[in-house]
């Protein structure tokens, strides 16, 4: 690690002892949140961090290899999405343990990715729930933003998103339907084509 890096990072744990809350902290094992060490700090304080070291790959790097809650989120905000590569996203997600940093990842960071899409329909389609969750939570974004999939991926989503109805645990059922309003708002042929290929699992946003 870089001597400028390693400062930083002690630097960064130290202003977490400062701002750490317990009880938040107490609340996030209790729902299950698996991290080694939680310091209970909330987002908005950690993107005011974020802004004093500014977009950073080498920080972003040795943030995340901490087994801390706060050092992962912290490196999602700050890793520059222009120079993380395909290969260094795989480890992080193999890494991502909990829904919370899969669903922070994807609004942070992966959605400004240029090859977003390619990841996204290659997590939607993975057999593991946190990869199928972010999958969906980053098209969920890049909806949002107006891009529309073609012919083929419209198929491979609409194929996915069946199977997670059927199978899925509820996380990922219920990050999959906030896709597919957002599929649908994309124009009405969207809206025929999801409830046409859909219309079997009696979705709320169809009725």
Known sequence: M??????????????????????????????????????????????EMAKQYGKDYDLAIALWKEDVRECKILATLIMPADKMLPGVVDIWMEQTHTQELAELSAFNLYQYLTYAPVIAF????????????????LLARLFIKGQEPNERGINEFLDQVSVVFENGNTNVRHAALTCVEHFCNLGDVY???????????????FE
């Open 122 to 137: 290659k997590w939607i389609a993975s057999n593991n729930d946190i990869p199928q969750l972010c999958g969906y939570q």
């Open 2 to 47: 870089k001597k400028d890096v390693s400062i930083k990072i002690l630097e960064i744990k130290k202003s977490f002892h400062l701002r750490m809350n317990g009880v938040a902290s107490q609340s996030m094992r209790e729902k299950g949140l698996d991290y080694k060490i939680n310091w209970g700090i909330g987002l908005p304080q950690l993107k």
């Open 191 to 205: 809206a025929i084509l999801a409830k046409k290929a859909l219309s079997l699992h009696h979705l709320p946003i």
